[in-house]
């Protein structure tokens, strides 16, 4: 029995497919257009109405004011491209140039959303000039006195080093006591069930509490308990403590994530070779995690960082606490401004570091 040759015969509609045309880009390119020159104008109105607020009087105010407008006029150029590239590419498409017209369509979009991504960075920043300078610059004079900041940041900085030598110290203890928790965590078989418990139990409880209490506690209960060898302690010690126990907890979760992301196969064929699991850990498993958690690890040393500052609670004159002996004295909060500077110029870096291990991890977990 033969097939008719009508079912093996594909059908045809008669109707031809015809390419789809590319979005249009012209409208995108007038808005961009809009969007740049709105932003010179407003950049004109608020360099104008701040040249008061600038170095100088007079000649240097206008043309500083000047210097504002002009940093804004080179995004014109990609504004006026975008509407070349979106004239071409209607004509083109009305040619029956499909390729052409899809090339220019492209370009023409590419141009205007570049043009309304630096419109939205323009508006925040002039947003922020806006608000520092609103009110006859009384924000201003409130956290970027000049005065202020020259006459606190010497001591400031000295104090500074105080939250360095913290969060130091405790990153180290912090590493030690937090893959200490995650191997206990994750101790083998029914004979490490009480260590699993009291590690989860303790893990538990101490990303539970914020750590201002904890410091809190530990610097002001520990001295009135009388713990024999902990009450005598300084402050700075008393917020290593705190800030150990603390993070030791959020580590060891870390530690325990690497750990376990290790196939198991790596530590069946090290069993298979005669190593006992002491020895895989140390020479198999433990090499591979700590490549993995470095990442997540500098995260928590850049929130650790920035906690240094609740030390204050108890007492210790860190940064953050000479800062409020000249916020107090001067009735001006820029002695505070010069402590988050601080902060910034340290955490910034660290952060791109993070982006770059990240990043490779990703690009060598890729190649294999």
Do not use: C, N
């Given at each position: 029995m033969s097939l008719s040759s009508d079912l093996l015969t594909p059908k045809r509609t008669g109707a031809a497919i015809s390419p789809t045309q590319p979005p249009p880009s012209l409208p995108l390119a007038w808005a961009a257009t809009a969007g740049i020159l709105a932003v010179v104008a407003l950049t004109a109105a608020t360099a104008w109405s701040v040249r008061d607020a600038l170095?100088?009087?007079g000649i240097?105010?206008?043309?500083?004011a000047l210097a504002m407008t002009a940093a804004v006029l080179p995004l014109l150029?990609?504004?006026?491209?975008?509407?070349?590239?979106?004239?071409?590419?209607?004509?083109?498409w009305s040619e029956d140039r499909?390729?052409?017209?899809?090339?220019?369509?492209?370009?023409?979009?590419?141009?205007?959303w570049t043009v309304l991504g630096w419109c939205l960075v323009a508006v925040c920043v002039l947003g922020a000039a806006w608000f520092v300078l609103a009110n006859d610059r009384a924000v201003q004079r409130t956290f970027f006195d000049g005065e202020v900041i020259g006459l606190s940041f010497s001591e400031i900085a000295s104090a500074f080093g105080t939250n360095l030598f913290i969060a130091v110290v405790a990153q180290l203890l912090i590493l030690v006591w937090g893959l200490a928790l995650a191997?206990?965590?994750?101790?083998?078989?029914?004979?490490?069930?009480?260590?699993r418990l009291l590690a989860t139990a303790y893990i538990d409880g101490f990303r539970a509490v914020p750590a201002i209490i904890i410091i809190y506690l530990?610097?002001?209960?520990?001295?009135?308990?009388?713990?024999?060898?902990?009450?005598?302690?300084?402050?700075?010690?008393?917020?290593?403590?705190?800030?150990?126990?603390?993070?030791g907890a959020y580590v060891a979760e870390v530690f325990r994530a690497g750990i376990?992301?290790?196939?198991?196969?790596?530590?069946?064929?090290?069993?298979?070779?005669?190593?006992?699991?002491?020895?895989?850990?140390?020479?198999?498993?433990?090499?591979?995690?700590?490549?993995?958690?470095?990442?997540?690890l500098l995260n928590d040393f850049i929130s650790l960082q920035k906690d240094t500052a609740l030390v204050n609670v108890i007492g210790t004159i860190d940064a953050f606490n000479q800062s409020k002996i000249y916020a107090s004295n001067h009735f001006n909060l820029s002695s505070v401004t010069v402590v988050a500077l601080l902060f910034v110029v340290i955490?910034?870096?660290?952060?791109?570091?993070?982006?770059?291990?990240?990043?490779?991890?990703?690009?060598?977990?890729?190649?294999?």
């Open positions: 170095p100088g009087t240097t105010a206008v043309a500083g150029r990609p504004a006026v491209r975008a509407l070349r590239s979106g004239r071409a590419a209607a004509a083109a499909r390729a052409d017209a899809r090339r220019h369509s492209s370009e023409a979009r590419e141009d205007a191997l206990a965590r994750m101790a083998p078989g029914r004979v490490g069930r009480p260590l530990i610097g002001f209960g520990l001295p009135l308990a009388e713990v024999p060898l902990l009450s005598s302690l300084s402050p700075v010690w008393f917020a290593i403590l705190a800030l150990t126990l603390t993070y376990e992301s290790i196939a198991p196969g790596q530590s069946a064929a090290a069993r298979s070779l005669g190593l006992s699991r002491g020895a895989t850990l140390r020479h198999v498993v433990l090499p591979q995690a700590t490549r993995r958690v470095v990442p997540p955490t910034i870096p660290q952060a791109r570091l993070v982006d770059r291990l990240v990043a490779r991890e990703h690009r060598h977990g890729k190649g294999a």
